[in-house]
C-alpha cells in the first residue's frame, strides 16, 4: 500500500497564494500519474490538476492559468501551487495516485479557506 500525507493548507485572503505538498511512501512503484481533488462543504469531489510520471499535466478548466501541479520524483513529492485563490477555492483538498484504471490512493486531505 502507498501512503500519501499533504501539507500547506490553511487561511488566506482572496488574491494569496498557497502551496501544497503531497509526500508519498510505502508501495509506489506502479503509481502512473499523480493529482489533486478537492470537495467544498455540500459539493462533490473534484478534479483539480494531475501529473504524469513524464510530467504531462492536466488541470481543470476552473483553475488553469492560477494553479500550478508540479513534482519531485527524487523526493516522491507532488506540489500543487495556487495563485490568485478565490473564495470559490475553499475545499479540502486531496492528493491522489492513479495506477491503472481508477485513483486508487487517497491522502487524509487538508484544508484551503480562502476568505473575501
Known amino acids: 500500500q502507498a501512503q500519501l500525507v499533504e501539507s500547506g493548507g490553511g487561511l488566506v485572503q482572496a488574491g494569496g497564494s498557497l502551496r501544497l505538498s503531497c509526500a508519498a511512501s510505502?508501495?509506489?512503484?506502479?503509481?502512473?500519474?499523480m493529482g489533486w481533488h478537492r470537495q467544498a462543504p455540500g459539493k462533490q469531489r473534484e478534479f483539480v490538476a494531475s501529473?504524469?510520471?513524464?510530467?504531462?499535466?492536466n488541470y481543470a478548466d476552473s483553475v488553469k492559468g492560477r494553479f500550478t501541479i508540479s513534482r519531485d520524483n527524487a523526493k516522491n513529492t507532488v506540489f500543487l501551487q495556487m495563485n490568485g485563490l478565490r473564495p470559490e477555492d475553499t475545499a479540502v483538498y486531496y492528493c491522489?495516485?492513479?495506477?491503472?484504471?481508477?485513483?486508487?490512493?487517497w491522502g487524509q486531505g487538508t484544508q484551503v479557506t480562502v476568505s473575501s
Open positions: 510505502g508501495s509506489i512503484a506502479g503509481i502512473n500519474v
Open positions: 491522489a495516485g492513479w495506477r491503472f484504471v481508477t485513483w486508487d490512493y
Open positions: 501529473i504524469t510520471s513524464s510530467s504531462n499535466t
